[in-house]
């Protein structure tokens, strides 16, 4: 059924503008000059018709979803202009004339605290928040609560994560130094000193002992695959010699055959022998120049497989020198990453160690407040301090500083 228009006088209209403030449950923040966007979610009001009242979230594309009209542009406007647009709407629509609409702020996106505090995360906003009452409600921030662990419990931890990573960058070092000699033709590797690793003499030693041991079984690896292509091209040889000979005596006996056919025939022609004896001697002739055709074919196999054994067996230096550039580029990408490990444990054992520091002497040092804000699509940020009021969506990073002393 088609609605019908709907007409309210004015002493109607005044009424329902006196309720709007009552209607609405936020601050000036909703009322005046926030700008709404995508998380927050709206009370829309039409005075005229209360089946249009609802709550609606502006979602991921910017819009409110409402019934009658649509989808209807909120990101990034104020209120005033989001009640504008959804009153022209319903007009233009035919559904009311001069419809008295309000649109409020149910709920704002939340807002964000990350960094030294006990629970970062997501919290709700209320207007008026300050970055003093975030942080109480994550937990508050203090020497203990630095990455949620205690300095005095951290540091061992940081010692062994340190100690581990320079173990392993060492034996990756000396890993390295074998296979760079290896591509050299060298017996032995120059080896980094050991001074440079601040590792245990023995845990060195052993390295470079265990290091050793492997590239001999690596060499001795390889040797035996040489001399396994060398006995197998030389069997090949022996095989090919063989078949030759092989081949060379069926081709003499073809010869022989062939004249004593011939004379065969002649006494065959004199009646001076049989019919069969001359097909006997067609017989062996057919054979034994099958037995030279089969050894033929023997030999050139034989002799591809000889080839094929000596590529490999030329191939195999070849083949090794990319496997070891292969690895040695990986072991020093490796080595990086561990050197990485290391800055990064010392890092944390330094700070921890100052953190210790400043707890045994009862000093909290000083806080550090950046607040992250979207403006026109533009994410700034921008220092403040404990009385900061924050807005909806905003994010607040939190860093302890202190000072080693």
């Not at 709206?42 to 009242?53: A, F, I, Y």
């Not at 202009?81 to 709407?89: Q, S, Y």
Request: proline share 5%; glycine share 6%.
């Amino acid at each position: 059924m088609a609605r019908v228009p709907v007409r309210i006088g004015p002493a109607v209209a005044a009424t329902v503008l006196c309720l709007l403030p009552l209607l609405g449950g936020s601050s000036a923040l909703a009322q005046e000059a926030y700008r709404v966007a995508s998380g927050d979610a709206l009370e829309v009001h039409v005075g005229q018709l209360p089946e249009l009242n609802r709550r609606v979230t502006v979602n991921i594309d910017g819009n409110i979803a409402l019934p009658t009209i649509g989808a209807v542009r909120a990101d990034g406007l104020p209120l005033e202009e989001i009640r504008l647009a959804i009153a022209k709407r319903l007009a233009q629509g035919g559904t009311l004339i001069d419809p008295q609409v309000l649109v409020d702020v149910a709920q704002f996106r939340p807002v964000y605290v990350s960094g030294d505090v006990s629970k970062p995360g997501e919290y709700e906003f209320r207007p008026g928040l300050s970055i003093r009452q975030l942080a109480s409600l994550a937990g508050g921030y203090d020497v203990l609560n630095f990455r949620s662990s205690n300095p005095m419990v951290q540091l061992p931890d940081f010692r062994a994560e340190r100690d581990g990573a320079w173990l392993e960058l060492t034996r990756q070092e000396i890993h390295i130094a074998f296979l760079q000699a290896e591509l050299d033709g060298r017996q032995a590797p120059s080896l980094p000193r050991p001074d440079d690793f601040p590792i245990p003499e023995s845990a060195f030693m052993n390295a470079v002992e265990l290091e050793t041991k492997l590239a001999q079984a690596r060499a001795a690896g390889r040797e035996r695959q040489r001399e396994y292509l060398r006995r197998v091209i030389s069997l090949s040889t022996e095989q090919v010699a063989a078949l030759q000979e092989q081949r060379r005596q069926e081709e003499a006996t073809v010869r022989q055959m062939t004249e004593d056919l011939g004379q065969s025939q002649s006494l065959l022609s004199r009646g001076l022998t049989s019919v069969t004896r001359v097909q006997e001697n067609q017989r062996s002739i057919s054979l034994a120049q099958s037995r030279a055709a089969e050894a033929t074919a023997n030999i050139a196999r034989a002799g591809r497989e000889r080839e094929e054994y000596s590529h490999r067996l030329r191939s195999l230096d070849e083949e090794r020198r990319a496997e070891v550039l292969e690895e040695v580029e990986k072991g020093r990408a490796l080595a990086q990453m561990l050197r990485v490990r290391v800055a990064a444990a010392n890092e944390k054992l330094l700070y921890a160690g100052a953190l210790r520091s400043q707890l045994l002497r009862g000093s909290r040092g000083t806080v550090i407040f950046v607040v992250h804000r979207r403006d026109k699509g533009v994410i700034q940020r921008l220092p403040a301090d404990e009385d900061t009021v924050l807005l909806p969506g905003d994010a607040v990073e939190v860093t302890l500083s202190y000072e080693a002393g």
